[in-house]
């Protein structure tokens, strides 16, 4: 069974870190793109980040580039999302996502159950 | 303003039929595969269509997706009162060389 489980939210102070894990269980982790979407309350999904199988392709949403950074380590079935100067608007749950194998079609078919992140003073 | 263009909202009565839009341009929608994306009230997303009209294994046939040009549909037959969901679409967007999503379509079955 696939299973994705991240870990690592909580509140945070405007301008802080936070990183956030997900581990995955249940496929080849290695065989995988992986991607971060995020839900602010009451909104809807925003993709934030999405890495290629070996790492070596990364793509990111404008409003987090230079501030955020997705990797991932293939021996620990890991996924990261490192989080640097944190802003109000970062305020979300933060799914992780599992998503094709292969080359990247835009599909997303496993989701974990999210770890919110609040920016707040 | 999302890239992709929704519906905010749906409905129909149960057992009928109801189609959700989705409407890009050429770098996103008319040039990639598009998935859609159910999300019950306090859950996580669920993926209901990829590439365009493959269902997941375990999604029911009620669940149908197409598209034209640059623009997709998600289609939903049979309704049920547990279909009432929030349901998005996505796809890649060769330009800002990012996924993209609706602004999601509330579905409610009356």
């Known amino acids: 069974e696939v299973q994705l489980v991240e870990s690592g939210g909580g509140l945070v102070q405007p301008g802080g870190s936070l990183r956030l894990s997900c581990a995955a269980s249940?496929?080849?982790?290695?065989?995988?793109?992986m991607s971060w979407v995020r839900q602010a309350p009451g909104k809807g999904l925003e993709w934030v980040a999405n890495?290629?199988?070996?790492?070596?392709?990364?793509y990111y949403v404008d409003s987090v580039k230079g501030r955020f950074t997705i990797s991932r380590d293939n021996a620990k079935n890991s996924l990261y999302l490192q989080m640097n100067s944190l802003r109000a608007e970062d305020t979300a749950v933060y799914y992780c996502?599992?998503?094709?194998?292969?080359?990247?079609?835009?599909?997303?078919?496993?989701w974990g159950q999210g770890t919110l992140v609040t920016v707040s003073s | 303003q999302s890239v992709l263009t929704q519906p905010p909202s749906v409905s129909a009565a149960p057992g009928q039929k109801v189609t959700i839009s989705c409407s890009g341009s050429?770098?996103?929608?008319?040039?990639?595969?598009v998935s859609w994306y159910q999300q019950l009230p306090g859950t996580a997303p669920k993926l209901l269509i990829y590439?365009?009209?493959k269902r997941p294994s375990g999604i029911p046939d009620r669940f149908s997706g197409s598209k034209s040009g640059t623009s997709a549909t998600l289609g939903i037959t049979g309704l049920q009162t547990g279909d009432e969901a929030d349901y998005y679409c996505?796809?890649?967007?060769?330009?800002?060389?990012?996924?993209?999503f609706g602004g999601g379509t509330k579905l409610t079955v009356l």
């Open positions: 249940g496929f080849t982790f290695s065989s995988y793109w």
């Open positions: 996502a599992r998503g094709d194998s292969g080359s990247y079609k835009g599909k997303d078919d496993y």
């Open positions: 050429s770098s996103n929608i008319g040039n990639n595969y």
């Open positions: 590439e365009n009209n």
């Open positions: 890495i290629k199988q070996d790492g070596s392709e990364k």
């Open positions: 996505g796809t890649w967007d060769s330009s800002l060389s990012a996924t993209v």
